[in-house]
């Protein structure tokens, strides 16, 4: 049966996955998809890419003793703030060279008396993946050393077992990969093309969640570097 500490740990690290930072940059990654399981492996990716990073360095910390100072982490929660900066740019320079947003209008004509014109605005396919996983995996990795994973990780330097230190940090990040693959199906709802047949909503959201990375991403930033 599964100790308490143990429990305990896999519930932080679900709860890990729902921090700002993390469903900001996984809601940009699966923006667009056509259906809710590619956005479900997204957050696995983003969850083992999360868990990768944790148990490397964990490994250094717990078998090599390896300190790291406290203040060191701020840099790492800066360099998360500069990955969302550019995860949205990114979208939105996506959105931008892949979708074609044409303006135009037409004369309609009820009668021979009654004709008007009509503005119509058409929108592309929104954005297919050629290598769909790949970003959120990435994303997961640099996200590994920030906010309580690395809380975690300063924990797990001062047991003394490296085995069982190891396995915390495993747990913990199963309870993350759960806890994003539940996020990246929720985010994905809203753009599921079942769900929302407007492409100029899609396009708006998508803008929106875009703007909302970089001013996020900026202010960590900000509060690490600067303030």
Same mark, same amino acid.
């Given at each position: 049966?599964?100790?308490?500490?143990?429990?305990?740990? #896999?519930?932080?690290?679900?709860?890990?996955? $729902?921090?700002?930072?993390? &469903? *900001?940059?996984?809601?940009? @990654? !699966? +923006?667009?998809?056509?259906?809710?399981?590619?956005?479900?492996?997204?957050?696995?990716?983003?969850?083992?890419?999360?868990?990768?990073?944790?148990?490397?360095?964990?490994?250094?910390?717990?078998?090599?003793?390896?300190?790291?100072?406290?203040?060191?982490?701020?840099?790492?929660?800066?360099?998360?703030? #500069?990955?969302?900066?550019?995860?949205?740019? $990114?979208?939105?320079?996506? &959105? *931008?060279?892949?979708?074609? @947003? !044409? +303006?135009?209008?037409?004369?309609?004509?009820?009668?021979?008396?009654?004709?008007?014109?009509?503005?119509?605005?058409?929108?592309?396919?929104?954005?297919?993946?050629?290598?769909?996983?790949?970003?959120?995996?990435?994303?997961?990795?640099?996200?590994?050393?920030?906010?309580?994973?690395?809380l975690i990780l300063m924990?797990?330097?001062?047991?003394?077992?490296?085995?069982?230190?190891?396995?915390?940090?495993?747990?913990?990040?199963?309870?993350?990969?759960?806890?994003?693959?539940?996020?990246?199906?929720?985010?994905?709802?809203?753009?599921?093309?079942?769900?929302?047949?407007?492409?100029?909503?899609?396009?708006?959201?998508?803008?929106?969640?875009?703007?909302?990375?970089?001013?996020?991403?900026?202010?960590?930033?900000?509060?690490?570097?600067?303030?």
């Amino acid at each position: 049966m599964m100790s308490f500490p143990l429990i305990l740990t #896999l519930y932080v690290g679900f709860t890990h996955a $729902f921090e700002t930072d993390h &469903l *900001l940059a996984v809601g940009n @990654i !699966v +923006l667009g998809r056509s259906n809710i399981k590619m956005s479900l492996k997204d957050g696995v990716a983003w969850g083992l890419g999360h868990t990768t990073t944790i148990l490397l360095v964990g490994m250094l910390l717990l078998l090599f003793r390896i300190n790291i100072a406290e203040h060191y982490f701020r840099y790492l929660e800066a360099s998360v703030g #500069l990955m969302l900066v550019l995860l949205g740019f $990114f979208r939105l320079s996506k &959105l *931008l060279k892949e979708n074609k @947003i !044409v +303006l135009h209008s037409h004369t309609h004509q009820h009668s021979v008396r009654d004709a008007h014109r009509h503005l119509h605005i058409h929108v592309g396919e929104l954005e297919k993946h050629r290598h769909p996983h790949k970003l959120a995996y990435g994303v997961g990795l640099v996200h590994g050393l920030a906010g309580s994973g690395a809380l975690i990780l300063m924990v797990m330097a001062r047991i003394e077992e490296p085995v069982m230190g190891l396995t915390y940090l495993f747990v913990f990040g199963m309870g993350s990969v759960a806890g994003m693959l539940l996020a990246a199906g929720l985010f994905s709802l809203p753009f599921s093309k079942k769900l929302l047949y407007s492409e100029i909503l899609q396009v708006i959201l998508i803008t929106v969640s875009g703007m909302l990375c970089i001013g996020y991403g900026f202010w960590v930033v900000y509060q690490n570097l600067i303030a």
